[in-house]
């Protein structure tokens, strides 16, 4: 498949600002009104394939390469609040493409009824974009384009497939997310390594999968974050997700995004220290 002009991965990455920031578990939200707010540059013109994932057949589902757009929110002062925007294209941006970034201002969010801090209405924030550039030139500041061999899920991983027999127990359960996880990576990164996949288990109740998120690193449940995608029709395969730690035999360049709605910020990963 041909996107845009191929070349080298490309990063867009954008400043966040405004009162309230958004929540990371609000990361989906955040990832589907920056794709909307993409496409709203076009003025009615069809927008480019790399940007909206969508080709004359439809979406692209089936490519293995996931060439398109990953839209992708980062907390990058880790305190539990979005104040970056990642948009990484692995096949890099055409022109218009880049056009349309340089010309991202905002984001918005509107609100029939109450949201959590009972504020009815739109939000709205303001973005600035930094650079279009190689995944390595933020690489010092982003943990989610970082080289390593250690990563970390961000936001919950769902499940691209229903599993074949629902399991039993939860070490189970845990087992089927590790199979597609691995699966997955085979197809989408056939020439790096195999990798080990570790739950991430709150200690005081090992049946429940955990993340640490913002000041003192608060342990949350996938339960916290936004799970399912807004208007969407259809059956999906998971709708609970899991924390996992990937570990590989040698350093991967990020951005790592695995599983249902990896292009909306969901299955994100950060990379580590494989000292830590």
């Known amino acids: 498949m041909r996107v845009g002009q191929p070349g080298k991965p490309e990063v867009a990455r954008f400043v966040l600002a405004g009162r309230p920031r958004p929540r990371v578990e609000d990361t989906l939200r955040i990832a589907e ?8 540059k076009f003025r009615g013109d069809r927008p480019p394939i790399e940007l909206t994932g969508r080709g004359d057949d439809g979406p692209l589902r089936d490519d293995p390469s996931h060439a398109h757009a990953f839209y992708l ?3 990058a002062d880790h305190d539990g609040l979005i104040d970056h925007l990642l948009i990484y294209c692995r096949l890099g941006f055409s022109d218009p493409a880049r056009r349309a970034l340089d010309g991202l201002t905002a984001l918005w969010l509107e609100h029939g009824r109450a949201d959590e ?7 709205e924030w303001r973005v600035a974009l930094e650079d279009i550039a190689s995944p390595a030139v933020f690489a010092g500041s982003s943990r989610l384009l970082k080289q390593t061999r250690v990563w970390e899920s961000v936001t919950p991983y769902l499940k691209n497939r229903f599993d074949k027999r629902r399991p039993k127990s939860f070490s189970a359960m845990v087992e089927t997310y590790s199979e597609q996880i691995i699966t997955e990576w085979k197809r989408r990164f056939p020439d790096i390594p195999a990798l080990n996949v570790e739950p991430m288990l709150d200690h005081a109740n090992p049946s429940r999968f955990v993340a ?19 208007g969407r029709g259809g059956r999906q395969p998971d709708t609970s997700g899991g924390f ?3 570990v590989l035999d040698n350093e991967v360049e990020g951005p790592v995004a695995l599983g249902w709605g990896a292009h909306f910020g969901l299955g994100l990963f950060a990379g580590v220290d494989s000292r830590e």
């Open 244 to 246: 996992f730690r990937l």
């Open 33 to 40: 009104v920056a794709r909307l707010a993409a496409m709203s």
């Open 73 to 75: 929110p980062e907390d």
């Open 117 to 123: 801090e009972g504020e009815r209405g739109r939000k």
């Open 212 to 230: 640490p998120v913002g000041p003192g690193r608060a342990l949350r449940s996938t339960l916290a974050f936004a799970r399912t995608r807004a």
